[in-house]
């Protein structure tokens, strides 16, 4: 378990192990997967599945609790 302080632009990976939860704790953060978007205001929360390519943006910061 982290805890994030996320600004700007996340580049494109994956993560090939395990799946990875996000929970946003203040701000806003989008994910962008392969063929979906979703925006996470404060307290929401998206799983990404292994395996999966993905990015993300914080516009201007987004603090983050990330599971893996």
Do not use: C
Not at 23 to 30: C, L, N, T
């Amino acid at each position: 378990i982290n805890l994030l302080k996320v600004q700007g632009n996340v580049s494109w990976h994956l993560h090939k192990e395990r799946d990875k939860m996000i929970i946003v704790v203040k701000g806003r953060f989008s994910i962008y997967l392969e063929d979906q978007e979703a925006t996470l205001e404060e307290n929401e929360a998206f799983i990404i599945p292994r395996g999966l390519m993905h990015s993300a943006t914080a516009q201007p910061e987004a603090w983050i609790i990330v599971i893996e």
